[in-house]
């Protein structure tokens, strides 16, 4: 009978979607004169370098307090799941060793040997076929989770950063080619994020 071997997950990296926060100041309606200035032209002569801005999320993400400590908790569910599982088909093991033996002695009938290696075949299917997916898939929808909750505390913070701060955008780096590193407002972000956990954890 076949070994399983059960593969421990470890998180993958995050998959990172573009952050994107619009805050506009909406016009007053005062002063209504006529403006022949094209659309796009106006638009362009309005926005000042200064509104924009961006963030290295995946460097966020890698050095962010919460982050790390959801992982750890992943990581605990995960081998316990795992330890659970290998237990199983450690003793699914250890029944098939021992009715190889009693049938190599004769220690059995037929129909004895018949029912108990059909049997031992239906323990092995279920935990190849049922339960080691189940398994990877419970796994996977917690990585998911744990990702959106990291994500979520990202854009709650960075929204509230920005009620201040006022920038019109505040982009992923990840979808910039080329960025002046006065706009970079990774640390900024990073360091608040931070503070922001610890001052939490402190008041539980």
Known sequence: MKKIIAILWLPKLLVITLLFI?????????????DTTPTEEKQAAETKVTDIAYIRLDSVIQKYDYYHELKRE?????????????????????????????????????????EQSQRLQQRENDLRNVEYPKMMQELSE????????????????????NIEKKYSL???????????PSMDITSEILGGLNQEYIANKTKK
């Open 22 to 34: 619009s805050c506009g100041n909406s016009d007053t309606g005062q002063n209504k004169a006529v």
């Open 74 to 114: 992943f990581e605990q569910k995960a081998k316990k799941k795992n330890d659970e599982f290998m237990s199983k088909m450690n003793a699914l093991q250890a029944d098939a060793k021992v009715f190889q033996e009693k049938y190599q002695k004769m220690l059995l009938t037929n129909s004895e040997a018949e």
């Open 142 to 161: 917690e990585e998911t989770v744990m990702g959106r909750k990291v994500l979520d505390a990202i854009q709650v913070y960075v929204e509230k950063y």
């Open 170 to 180: 505040i982009l992923n780096a990840a979808t910039i080619m080329v960025g002046a």
